[in-house]
Nanobody
Framework: QVQLVESGGGLVQAGGSLRLSCAASGRTFSDYAVGWFRQAPGKEREFVATISRRGGTTFYADSVKGRFTISRDNAKNTVYLQMNSLNPEDTAVYYC?????????????????WGQGTQVTVSS
């Protein structure tokens, strides 16, 4: 089990950039794949991106591919989501989640630990 805390959300103009951080507790952070999910008002939570334990494998939702980049620094127990070319449709609460997965997945059920979420609002 690992505790996660997201940060870095806020208000940004369309076309702008924002970097989210997911800070984890524990000494076994490198045993966990970490994913980012988001939930917009009135919509279901959706997969955004995920990264493997060492960071060598990443997957992205089609809606963010080419704009978002997920990365991790295991020495800092932190995963990042760099978001570029933001548009109002990216407005959502963003959550990070960790699962003891060898292969990172896109399903919420694969992740055991979840952060509290951080709000991202993109103005037009």
């Amino acid at each position: 089990q690992v505790q996660l805390v997201e940060s870095g959300g806020g208000l940004v103009q369309a076309g702008g950039s924002l970097r989210l951080s997911c800070a984890a507790s524990g000494r076994t952070f490198s045993d966990y794949a970490v994913g980012w999910f988001r939930q917009a008002p009135g919509k279901e939570r959706e997969f955004v991106a995920t990264i493997s334990r060492r960071g060598g494998t990443t997957f992205y939702a089609d809606s963010v591919k080419g704009r978002f980049t997920i990365s991790r620094d295991n020495a800092k127990n932190t995963v990042y989501l760099q978001m570029n070319s933001l548009n109002p449709e990216d407005t959502a609460v963003y959550y990070c989640a960790a699962g003891r997965l060898v292969i990172p997945g896109k399903g919420e059920y694969e992740y055991d630990s979840w952060g509290q979420g951080t709000q991202v609002t993109v103005s037009s």
